[in-house]
């Protein structure tokens, strides 16, 4: 009986076939392991499906159903941003800047002023790859841009991923009978919802409990993405009707819509910062001092490193001759530069974006070094003295005692230090933020120009005193 050697060649093969062979089930297993997990909702349990994803990914990286599920698994535990930095590929402005070449920051305001130029380019070449699966990149990654703050790019991804999700499910549905259709009855409206958005916190569709009809959560899901693209395009669109009120001259008008943004719950903690770094320089333009420095204060209680925030608040109380509080400010903003040059870094992430150019840095700490000087030596000359009260709580010179009480009372119904965290309550706060540490500093803030603004009354009602008194004497001189 003749006896066939194996050659090292068919052995090779043989083991290569069966490491291929165990490592698809450990893939499998893993995925089916990290579903169940992921089914019950328990943060600890995501946790393990994370492990055992991260295990799956390490064997098969180009898997999948192993990335959809750990970008949701990582949006259901609020970790918006390490979905931002697995799926940055797909955030629009750094997809451009990648093809463009550019290593140069642009301003956060510039960087959609082609807006709907910008959603035509990315569609077009979505499109033109003609690749309809893996929609899900742009539905979670659009959803946690929400949840940063980053609307516009949320807008984008959103609406692409369901174009995508609309030519896939008219891909499978050809060959479908028309008993399938009824029970597969999935709304992709463009931007129509069956229900007005609720008013309450948003929350991710991967967080709701499982339920035993796939085809009803698929279909909330897709109801959900729909409310959650019909609430961005609201603040968006209010947004961009107050910068047009605002660089119009109609400061009211921008304050309105500003102040609809900031008054509705759920709004991303960054998205919420930038309205009120808007909405406070509207009310700087309409002369409500006091009002603006409030919103300078929310800002930096939401971003404690907001640039813009710092040198606008230091802009106001020098406009007032605050020149102390103005020179703290100033040191902050410029202590902020100094740690960038120090540490070498704009950002935290490639994806989010700047509004700072790293070589301009060291001329503007050499502009607020000088702008320091000049302050102190106001204070040297006993200017501080002389801050301008009648400004900042929006009155004019030579004012009764009734327009000082009327301006007061509603300045303390505005800015008392006991209603000053009431708005971090309508806040959705961004992953592992100290709720306590933002009431805080909002508190600091917040007892700060209360203080200001008792000072303000006190020195105002003294000084009309003084007129009424000397008013009084001139007409005892006129009788005698």
């Given at each position: 009986?003749?006896i066939?050697?194996?050659t090292?060649?068919?052995?090779?093969?043989?083991?290569?076939?069966?490491?291929?062979?165990t490592?698809?089930q450990?893939?499998?297993?893993?995925?089916?392991?990290?579903?169940?997990?992921?089914?019950?909702q328990?943060?600890?349990?995501?946790?393990?499906?994370?492990?055992?994803?991260?295990?799956?990914?390490?064997?098969?990286?180009?898997?999948?159903?192993?990335l959809?599920?750990?970008?949701?698994?990582?949006?259901?535990?609020?970790?918006?941003k390490?979905?931002?930095d697995?799926?940055?590929?797909y955030?629009?402005?750094?997809?451009?800047?990648?093809?463009?070449?550019?290593?140069?920051?642009?301003a956060?305001q510039?960087?959609?002023?082609g807006?709907?130029?910008?959603?035509?380019?990315?569609?077009?070449?979505?499109?033109?790859?003609?690749?309809?699966?893996?929609?899900?990149?742009?539905?979670?990654?659009?959803?946690?841009?929400?949840?940063?703050?980053?609307?516009?790019?949320?807008?984008?991804?959103?609406?692409?991923?369901?174009?995508?999700?609309?030519?896939?499910?008219?891909?499978?549905?050809?060959?479908?009978?028309?008993?399938?259709?009824?029970?597969?009855?999935?709304?992709?409206s463009?931007?129509?919802?069956?229900?007005?958005?609720?008013?309450?916190?948003?929350?991710?569709?991967?967080?709701?409990?499982?339920t035993?009809?796939?085809?009803r959560s698929?279909?909330t899901?897709?109801?959900?993405?729909?409310?959650?693209?019909?609430?961005?395009?609201?603040?968006?669109?209010?947004?961009?009707?107050?910068?047009?009120?605002?660089?119009?001259?109609?400061?009211?008008?921008?304050?309105?819509h500003?102040?609809?943004?900031?008054?509705?719950?759920?709004?991303p903690?960054?998205?919420?910062?930038?309205?009120?770094?808007?909405?406070?320089?509207?009310y700087r333009?309409a002369?409500?001092?006091?009002?603006?420095?409030?919103?300078?204060?929310?800002?930096?209680?939401?971003?404690?490193?907001?640039?813009?925030?710092?040198?606008?608040?230091?802009?106001?109380?020098?406009?007032?001759h605050?020149?102390h509080?103005?020179?703290?400010?100033?040191?902050?903003?410029?202590?902020?530069?100094?740690?960038?040059?120090?540490?070498?870094?704009?950002?935290?992430?490639?994806?989010?974006?700047?509004?700072?150019?790293?070589?301009?840095?060291?001329?503007?700490i050499?502009?607020?070094?000088t702008?320091?000087?000049?302050?102190?030596?106001?204070?040297?000359?006993?200017?501080?003295f002389?801050?301008?009260?009648?400004?900042?709580?929006?009155?004019?010179?030579?004012?009764?005692?009734?327009?000082?009480?009327?301006?007061?009372?509603?300045?303390?119904?505005?800015?008392?230090?006991?209603?000053?965290?009431?708005?971090?309550?309508?806040?959705?706060?961004?992953?592992?933020?100290?709720?306590?540490?933002?009431?805080?500093?909002?508190?600091?803030?917040?007892?700060?120009?209360?203080?200001?603004?008792?000072?303000?009354?006190?020195?105002?009602?003294?000084t009309?005193?003084?007129?009424?008194?000397?008013?009084?004497?001139?007409?005892?001189?006129?009788?005698?």
């Amino acid at each position: 009986m003749a006896i066939t050697a194996s050659t090292p060649h068919s052995n090779a093969t043989k083991i290569k076939h069966w490491l291929w062979h165990t490592d698809s089930q450990i893939v499998k297993r893993n995925i089916k392991d990290a579903r169940t997990l992921i089914a019950t909702q328990k943060p600890i349990e995501i946790n393990l499906a994370l492990s055992l994803l991260d295990e799956a990914l390490a064997i098969s990286p180009c898997s999948d159903q192993a990335l959809e599920l750990r970008a949701r698994s990582l949006l259901c535990l609020r970790r918006f941003k390490d979905v931002a930095d697995m799926l940055q590929d797909y955030i629009p402005n750094l997809k451009m800047a990648n093809d463009s070449g550019s290593d140069s920051c642009v301003a956060d305001q510039n960087l959609f002023e082609g807006f709907p130029d910008l959603m035509k380019r990315v569609m077009t070449n979505l499109f033109r790859s003609g690749s309809n699966e893996g929609y899900w990149r742009y539905l979670v990654l659009g959803e946690a841009c929400f949840h940063l703050g980053l609307l516009d790019h949320a807008t984008i991804l959103l609406q692409t991923g369901k174009s995508l999700a609309r030519t896939a499910f008219r891909c499978r549905s050809s060959s479908w009978s028309d008993d399938r259709f009824s029970e597969c009855n999935i709304s992709f409206s463009d931007g129509t919802i069956s229900r007005p958005p609720t008013t309450k916190p948003y929350r991710s569709p991967i967080s709701r409990p499982p339920t035993t009809n796939p085809s009803r959560s698929t279909q909330t899901k897709y109801e959900t993405i729909n409310q959650l693209l019909a609430k961005t395009k609201l603040h968006l669109s209010h947004r961009t009707t107050a910068i047009t009120a605002f660089e119009a001259g109609f400061y009211t008008e921008a304050i309105r819509h500003l102040s609809k943004i900031i008054d509705s719950f759920g709004t991303p903690q960054a998205f919420l910062a930038e309205c009120y770094m808007l909405r406070a320089l509207a009310y700087r333009s309409a002369s409500r001092i006091a009002d603006s420095i409030a919103d300078c204060n929310r800002t930096l209680s939401l971003d404690p490193k907001c640039f813009n925030a710092l040198e606008a608040r230091a802009s106001i109380l020098e406009s007032i001759h605050c020149y102390h509080d103005c020179i703290h400010d100033l040191e902050r903003l410029k202590l902020l530069y100094n740690m960038i040059l120090h540490d070498h870094e704009l950002f935290d992430s490639a994806w989010k974006p700047c509004n700072i150019r790293y070589d301009e840095i060291p001329k503007k700490i050499s502009t607020i070094t000088t702008r320091i000087e000049q302050l102190e030596q106001k204070k040297d000359n006993a200017e501080i003295f002389n801050v301008d009260y009648y400004t900042l709580m929006g009155l004019p010179h030579g004012c009764d005692q009734s327009e000082l009480e009327r301006a007061y009372l509603l300045l303390d119904l505005r800015h008392n230090s006991e209603i000053a965290t009431c708005f971090i309550e309508r806040c959705e706060l961004d992953e592992n933020q100290n709720i306590q540490l933002i009431k805080d500093r909002a508190r600091m803030f917040a007892d700060l120009l209360y203080k200001l603004i008792e000072k303000g009354h006190s020195s105002v009602r003294n000084t009309i005193m003084e007129e009424e008194s000397y008013d009084k004497f001139l007409n005892c001189n006129k009788q005698v």
